[in-house]
C-alpha cells in the first residue's frame, strides 16, 4: 500500500455503464478537494454531513459543467474509513467517472489501490480483521446464503465469540501468573486440576470451531461434483434435472455425450460445479475413449461423486467395475430410470449400493431429484444437515489460527496435569492469545495484511 496519509478516490460502483456510478473520496483533504470539483445548487446547505447535497460537478480540465450529481459527507471518525468521506453520484457513464476520477486527482488525490478503503477502516478500529474480510466475502458471494452468512461474520460473530473465550483464557493467564510472581503470598488461587477443566473447556470449544470448518469451508468456496456411470444410463437428464434446464444433449444413442460438461448451479445456496461425463466403458474408438480417460480424472478431480445405474436394466459388469473402481471414493449411488419397471431385486440393490447412500430417481420424469438434492447435502454435511444459525468458520487463515490455539491449548493443560511450572503453561496459553489475535488483527499481523486486502476490487 501507498502513504496511508493521502486522500484517495475510486470508482466504488460496478465499472461499465449504468443509471448512476457512486464515486469514493476518504482521507484528510476530501473535503477540500471536493469544493474544487462541486457546487451545491442554490439553497443547498455546503456539504452538510450526512446529507445528500445537489449540484454540479465541474471537469477540471475543461472548466465546464461535467455532470448532475449528488454529494453526501461522513466527517472523521463516523464514517466507513474512519476519515473524512465523500460519495460523489453521478449518472454511470464511464466516460463521466474517467474525467471526475482525474480532476479528483488533479486536485489532490490518487487512486486508491485494491482494499484500501476497508485497510483504513480496519486501521483506524472502525472494524476488526474479520469484519473486513467479510466484507470481501459478502462482495464475492455468488448465493444469497453465502452472503448471508459472510454477513453475519460482517456484524462481529465469529469476533463477539472470540472476545468471550479471551477472557475466560486471560482469566486464568492471570492466576497463573499470580502463582508465579506472589508464591510467598497465600492468594486465593484454583487448584491446577481446575484451571485445567476449565482449559479443556475453551479447547472443546475451539475443535467445534474446527469441526465446522468442515461445512464452512465449502459454503464459501464451493465444491464439484462428477456424475458418472456407463453409457445411456441417463446421466445427462440427471444433469439437466438437478441444472433445472436442457444443458446436455440428451439422446437414446449410447455414448451421446464424448467429453466434459459443466455448469454452476447451487445446492440449498451451496455453489456447486456439476460435471456430467462420458459414459465409461471399453472402447477402440480414440475420440470415445479420450473422453473416458477424462471422465475419470474428473472422478479423481470431484469433491464428491453421483455414481448412477440404470434399475430398468439388469446391472452389467460396467457397472461392476465402476463400483470398484471408486474404492474410497466420497460417492452416493443414484438408481435411475425409476418411471419404468425396475428388474433389481432388493438384495441386487443392497448388494450394490452398500454402505454407500442410494436414492431413487427418473430424470426425466423429476421424480426424487429433490430428495436427492437434501441426501446430497446430509452426505457432504452429516445428519444434522447445514447449519443455518451461529458462527461456521469459513476462512482458511481463521482455521490454521485456531487449530494452533487448540495445539498450544493442549501443551497447556498436560503442563499442568504434569505438575511442572506454571511458566510452561503460561507460555503456551500467551501463545495462544497471540493465535487468536492474529484472527481479529489484535496483534502484529504486517505481513498478512497486504495479502489480505490486496484480493479485495478496487473502490472497496
Known amino acids: 500500500m501507498d502513504n496511508l496519509l493521502d486522500t484517495i478516490c475510486a470508482r466504488s460502483t460496478a465499472p461499465g455503464r449504468a443509471g448512476i456510478a457512486l464515486v469514493r473520496v476518504s482521507g484528510p483533504a476530501s473535503f477540500m478537494i471536493l469544493e474544487k470539483v462541486f457546487i451545491p445548487e442554490k439553497g443547498e446547505h455546503p456539504l452538510a454531513p450526512r446529507h445528500a447535497t445537489l449540484g454540479t460537478i465541474l471537469d477540471l480540465i475543461s472548466g465546464s459543467e461535467l455532470d448532475q450529481g449528488l454529494v453526501t459527507c461522513f466527517p472523521s471518525p463516523n464514517s466507513y474509513t474512519g476519515e473524512d468521506v465523500a460519495e460523489i453520484s453521478l449518472h454511470g457513464s464511464p466516460v463521466l467517472v474517467a474525467a471526475l476520477l482525474e480532476g479528483l486527482c488533479c486536485s489532490g488525490a490518487r487512486l486508491a489501490e485494491p482494499g484500501e478503503f476497508t485497510l483504513r477502516g480496519f486501521l483506524r478500529g472502525r472494524m476488526d480483521l474479520t469484519q473486513a474480510e467479510?466484507?470481501?466475502?459478502?462482495?464475492?458471494?455468488?448465493?444469497?446464503?453465502?452472503?448471508?452468512?459472510?454477513?453475519?461474520?460482517?456484524?462481529?460473530?465469529?469476533?463477539?465469540?472470540?472476545?468471550?473465550?479471551?477472557?475466560?483464557?486471560?482469566?486464568?493467564?492471570?492466576?497463573?501468573?499470580?502463582?508465579?510472581?506472589?508464591?510467598?503470598?497465600?492468594?486465593?488461587?484454583?487448584?491446577?486440576?481446575?484451571?485445567?477443566?476449565?482449559?479443556?473447556?475453551?479447547?472443546?470449544?475451539?475443535?467445534?470451531?474446527?469441526?465446522?470448518?468442515?461445512?464452512?469451508?465449502?459454503?464459501?468456496?464451493?465444491?464439484?461434483?462428477?456424475?458418472?456411470?456407463?453409457?445411456?444410463?441417463?446421466?445427462?437428464?440427471?444433469?439437466?434435472?438437478?441444472?433445472?434446464?436442457?444443458?446436455?444433449?440428451?439422446?437414446?444413442?449410447?455414448?451421446?455425450?464424448?467429453?466434459?460438461?459443466?455448469?454452476?448451479?447451487?445446492?440449498?445456496?451451496?455453489?456447486?460445479?456439476?460435471?456430467?461425463?462420458?459414459?465409461?466403458?471399453?472402447?477402440?474408438?480414440?475420440?470415445?475413449?479420450?473422453?473416458?480417460?477424462?471422465?475419470?480424472?474428473?472422478?479423481?478431480?470431484?469433491?464428491?461423486?453421483?455414481?448412477?445405474?440404470?434399475?430398468?436394466?439388469?446391472?452389467?459388469?460396467?457397472?461392476?467395475?465402476?463400483?470398484e473402481s471408486l474404492g474410497e471414493l466420497s460417492c452416493m449411488v443414484v438408481m435411475n430410470k425409476a418411471d419404468l419397471s425396475c428388474v433389481w431385486t432388493p438384495e441386487q440393490k443392497a448388494m450394490y449400493v452398500g454402505e454407500r447412500p442410494c436414492v431413487e430417481v427418473s430424470a426425466k420424469t423429476g421424480f426424487g431429484i429433490q430428495e436427492l438434492r437434501s441426501a446430497i447435502m446430509k452426505h457432504l454435511f452429516g445428519e444434522p444437515g447445514l447449519e443455518r444459525d451461529g458462527v461456521l468458520v469459513t476462512n482458511l487463515r481463521h482455521h490454521q489460527c485456531i487449530q494452533a490455539a487448540e495445539k498450544r491449548l493442549e501443551n497447556a493443560v498436560v503442563a499442568l496435569r504434569g505438575g511442572v511450572s506454571e511458566e510452561f503453561a503460561l507460555f503456551d496459553l500467551n501463545g495462544v492469545l497471540k493465535n487468536l489475535g492474529a484472527i481479529t488483527g489484535e496483534v502484529d499481523v504486517e505481513d498478512i495484511l497486504q495479502e489480505i486486502f490486496s484480493r479485495f476490487c478496487i473502490g472497496k
Open 134 to 323: 467479510a466484507v470481501r466475502d459478502v462482495i464475492n458471494a455468488s448465493t444469497l446464503f453465502q452472503a448471508q452468512v459472510a454477513a453475519r461474520q460482517r456484524a462481529g460473530g465469529l469476533a463477539l465469540r472470540l472476545g468471550e473465550v479471551k477472557r475466560s483464557l486471560i482469566d486464568v493467564i492471570v492466576q497463573l501468573e499470580s502463582a508465579v510472581e506472589f508464591v510467598e503470598d497465600d492468594l486465593p488461587l484454583e487448584s491446577r486440576e481446575t484451571l485445567a477443566v476449565r482449559l479443556a473447556g475453551i479447547q472443546g470449544t475451539l475443535r467445534t470451531w474446527l469441526d465446522s470448518f468442515r461445512r464452512g469451508h465449502v459454503i464459501h468456496d464451493g465444491f464439484s461434483m462428477a456424475i458418472i456411470g456407463r453409457p445411456n444410463v441417463g446421466k445427462s437428464s440427471l444433469f439437466n434435472a438437478l441444472l433445472a434446464q436442457e444443458r446436455s444433449i440428451v439422446t437414446e444413442i449410447p455414448g451421446t455425450t464424448r467429453d466434459l460438461v459443466s455448469e454452476v448451479t447451487n445446492l440449498d445456496g451451496i455453489p456447486v460445479r456439476l460435471l456430467d461425463t462420458a459414459g465409461i466403458q471399453k472402447s477402440s474408438d480414440p475420440v470415445e475413449q479420450l473422453g473416458v480417460d477424462r471422465s475419470y480424472g474428473a472422478m479423481a478431480d470431484a469433491d464428491a461423486i453421483l455414481l448412477v445405474v440404470d434399475i430398468s436394466q439388469g446391472a452389467t459388469p460396467e457397472d461392476e467395475h465402476l463400483r
